[in-house]
């Protein structure tokens, strides 16, 4: 199955789904009884927070078998899964504001999932420094790498933040029965429309970066052929 | 309908940043496979 196949389908399952959660989440969820329709920005907030996980789970995966292996692919998986990751950590912040303002009545607050998904945002922007910051190419990689696996102490952190220690986060409402069937039905769709989006724009930047590479490979044998020529 | 504004707001943001974000991504990716044709056809035209 070709690549380009593959991330046809992805599109088509993307869109599908994105369709359907967004049906679930303005027309078949009902609205939640003491937050009222600004609750709905839950079904949008856990996905993309789910997905600044996710990606930093492939940046630690790639990073450890780049480290071990030494071999280029490893490290465009991770740095194209940093580069989705940075953006839903993003706008994981953004619309955690979005939902405290009339939730809790602040912009923001020094809540420990909200303060380590800060400290995430905080560690893509490290794994991308120690990459810029590095002489060669190698070396950035290396020391990205190194990042990329310190820095996913944080993930468990965030995950289990709410239980470590006492916040005012709902999170662990999700898991302990507290969402009616319909409402957990449509986060269930969301999560999975956000998961297919994410794979979609995971090899389409690889797939650019894989386009890069061979740029670089055909400009390298172009000017060996002008040295060529000139002699 | 309380608290409409940023329940609209959250939306817009999101979906705005993801189309964005993919519009530059495949706007990215076709300019690069320009690129490596253009290559390819310079590599030709040397070898013949």
């Known amino acids: 199955m070709g690549k380009s196949y593959l991330r046809n389908i992805l599109s088509a399952v993307s869109f599908l789904l994105m369709a359907a959660s967004l049906y679930m989440v303005f027309v078949y969820v009902p609205t939640e009884a003491t937050m009222g329709i600004v609750q709905r920005i839950f079904y949008l907030m856990v996905p993309v927070a789910w997905l600044s996980l996710l990606s930093f789970l492939i940046v630690f995966i790639g990073s450890i078998l780049y480290l071990r292996k030494k071999q280029s692919r490893w490290d465009v998986l991770a740095r194209s899964s ?6 839903f950590t993003t706008l994981t912040l953004i619309t955690g504001s979005l939902w405290a303002r009339p939730v809790w009545g602040v912009w923001w607050t020094w809540e420990p999932r909200l303060t380590a998904t800060l400290v995430l945002w905080f560690i893509y922007l490290a794994y991308f420094l120690a990459r810029s910051l590095a002489a060669e190419e190698h070396r950035g990689a290396t020391f990205a790498a190194v990042v990329g696996i310190l820095g996913f102490v944080d993930v468990p952190i965030i995950g289990l933040a709410t239980t470590l220690w006492r916040g005012i986060h709902p999170g662990a409402l999700i898991f302990q029965g507290g969402l009616a069937p319909s409402m957990l039905l449509t986060l269930m769709v969301s999560l999975a429309a956000f998961t297919a989006l994410y794979s979609l724009l995971l090899l389409q930047r690889i797939s650019m970066k894989n386009d890069e590479i061979e740029i670089k490979r055909l400009l390298g044998l172009t000017a060996e052929r002008h040295n060529t020529g000139d002699r | 309908m309380e608290n409409a504004g940023y329940l609209l707001a959250a939306f817009t943001l999101v979906w705005a940043l993801v189309f964005g974000y993919v519009i530059v991504l495949f706007a990215r990716e ?13 590599l030709k035209e040397r070898q013949g």
């Open chain 2, 30 to 42: 076709r300019g690069l496979r320009k690129e490596i044709e253009s290559l390819k056809e310079t």
């Open chain 1, 82 to 87: 940093a580069e989705i990751g940075i953006i």
